[in-house]
């Protein structure tokens, strides 16, 4: 494992000003025990965890969501232990996406959309469904589902994005369907999903999960340099949109330092 990044107070990263879109680079979660000593510093109590990540890194995806139910006053915490210009990713709870009939999933839609998420204010960046890898794209009973989503709750904006993972979603008719509702399509490089690319999304959501414990930043800096690229591409092209890229799975261990490498490469400057 490599040595430790400097990764001090007085190493901050501070965004580089932009009216336009932005490029968020995170992690999945805050709390794993080899980022100990490693990515936190000796010594960090763990309650001051999140503190510390969120002005390291300009996201961080939540996979907490996944699996139970948090109340507002958690969600306020976690607003008012970061910085201002700093996001979450949610990722919604699998009762509502892990269910053979799609189209039932409104109560526990509902419920977590009440579950306090509007306490993040302008933190709360987009939400994450995730499907199950043997769930097949069935047009009807998807788009059923994506009725069910909202695109807003209580005047606050909601972002959608859509984890499919079986290949029958990596066509024309699914991707037609989901941007019909106002939902993006999350790319993932991975060795186990498929890659569905959503040029029309209006906005890019990137799940990277090759890091190698083998490399100093997880990956080699040819396609660290790649992402920087088509991170810019995105937010300066034709279609200038927001980007978010989290760094999840792999060697997790790793996570950080990719998302830093990769921060440097965007322009985030330390101070």
């Known amino acids: 494992m490599q040595e430790p990044a400097d990764l001090s107070p007085s190493a901050m990263y501070t965004p580089t000003p932009n009216a336009g879109p932005a490029v968020r680079i995170g992690i999945g979660g805050w709390t794993y025990a080899p980022w100990r000593n490693h990515f936190y510093p000796a010594g960090l109590p763990q309650r001051e965890e999140l503190a510390y990540a969120s002005r390291q890194l300009s996201a961080i995806e939540v996979n907490g969501t ?3 139910t948090f109340t507002p006053s958690t969600f306020a915490k976690w607003r008012d232990e970061t910085p201002d210009d700093f996001v979450f990713s949610l990722k919604a709870p699998r009762y509502a ?3 053979k009939v799609l189209a039932s999933a409104g109560e526990s839609v509902q419920r977590f959309l009440r579950s306090g998420l509007t306490e993040l204010g302008a933190k709360l960046g987009p939400i994450v469904w995730q499907f199950l890898p043997g769930h097949a794209f069935e047009s009807a ?3 059923a589902f994506l009725a069910l989503l909202p695109s807003e709750l209580s005047g606050l904006r909601l972002r959608h994005a859509l984890d499919v993972r079986h290949p029958s979603f990596d066509g024309p008719g699914y991707l037609a369907l989901a941007h019909a509702h106002g939902c993006v399509t999350v790319a993932t490089d991975s060795d186990k999903y498929p890659c569905i690319q959503d040029p029309q999304g209006t906005f890019a959501y990137l799940r990277l999960m090759r890091c190698d414990s083998d490399l100093p930043h997880g990956y080699t800096d ?3 340099d790649a992402w920087a690229a ?4 995105w ?5 200038p949109r927001d ?3 989290y760094f999840i799975n792999g060697a997790k261990e790793q ?6 490498a990769l921060l440097q490469r965007e322009g985030m400057r330390r101070h």
Do not use: K
């Open 66 to 68: 996944f699996y139970s």
């Open 97 to 99: 996406t892990h269910r």
């Open 141 to 143: 009973d998807f788009g």
């Open 222 to 224: 040819a396609a660290l």
């Open 230 to 233: 088509g991170a810019r591409a």
């Open 235 to 239: 937010t300066q092209g034709p279609r």
């Open 243 to 245: 980007v978010f890229i």
């Open 255 to 260: 996570a950080p330092a990719a998302a830093l």
